[in-house]
């Protein structure tokens, strides 16, 4: 990402650090004990606002974690994995997810997902389940999972801001 794409960068308080962190806890069970681990509370935190419309953290709506923090906690989001064939499709189709060497775990539409690879360890990309995975298995048609972040987008090759 270029200097000229960031607009500008804001320094949270502790009482907005302290919502994240609730709604982090909410919307991924199991985080709480890793919590001050990848929020430190001595590290100050930003908002980095960047063209389109990003911001690198959100101060309301859902959270999406990076590659790389996902690569560190794996355990933070629920897993489907897709076949060794699939990896190249931005959009995960539902065939992609009911192909064999794919496995479709129980989860709801809209459900944040880390989408794994046959064979491999880490994920590729994080993703939004476009169809709850009962619906997938039934139509096997059209999006099942939306990505939002895969290995080596612009995300994946940013530095780190400071």
Same mark, same amino acid.
């Given at each position: 990402?270029?200097?000229?794409?960031?607009?500008?960068?804001?320094?949270?308080?502790?009482?907005?650090?302290?919502?994240?962190?609730?709604?982090?806890?909410?919307?991924?069970?199991?985080?709480?004990?890793?919590?001050?681990?990848?929020?430190?509370?001595?590290?100050?935190?930003?908002?980095?606002?960047?063209? =389109?419309?990003?911001?690198?953290?959100?101060? !309301? +709506?859902?959270?999406?974690?990076?590659?790389?923090?996902?690569? *560190?906690? $794996?355990?933070?989001?629920?897993?489907?994995?897709?076949?060794?064939?699939?990896?190249?499709?931005?959009?995960?189709?539902?065939?992609?997810?009911?192909?064999?060497?794919?496995?479709?775990?129980?989860?709801?539409? =809209?459900?944040?997902?880390?989408?794994?690879? !046959? +064979?491999?360890?880490?994920?590729?990309?994080?993703?939004?389940? *476009?169809? $709850?995975?009962?619906?997938?298995?039934?139509?096997?048609?059209?999006?099942?999972?939306?990505?939002?972040?895969?290995?080596?987008?612009?995300?994946?090759?940013?530095?780190?801001?400071?």
């Amino acid at each position: 990402m270029k200097k000229k794409k960031v607009s500008n960068c804001i320094q949270l308080n502790t009482s907005v650090i302290k919502g994240i962190k609730n709604q982090l806890n909410e919307q991924f069970p199991g985080i709480d004990q890793w919590l001050n681990q990848i929020m430190p509370k001595k590290d100050p935190m930003k908002i980095v606002r960047c063209h =389109e419309h990003i911001e690198i953290l959100t101060r !309301e +709506g859902t959270f999406y974690p990076t590659l790389r923090l996902l690569h *560190k906690y $794996s355990f933070i989001l629920p897993h489907q994995q897709i076949d060794k064939r699939s990896y190249k499709f931005l959009q995960i189709c539902a065939p992609c997810l009911t192909l064999p060497g794919a496995k479709l775990y129980p989860a709801a539409a =809209e459900k944040v997902v880390a989408i794994m690879a !046959e +064979g491999k360890q880490h994920a590729l990309f994080v993703g939004v389940m *476009k169809m $709850s995975a009962d619906n997938i298995e039934k139509v096997n048609k059209g999006i099942g999972i939306e990505n939002i972040h895969y290995l080596n987008d612009g995300l994946w090759h940013m530095k780190a801001y400071k």
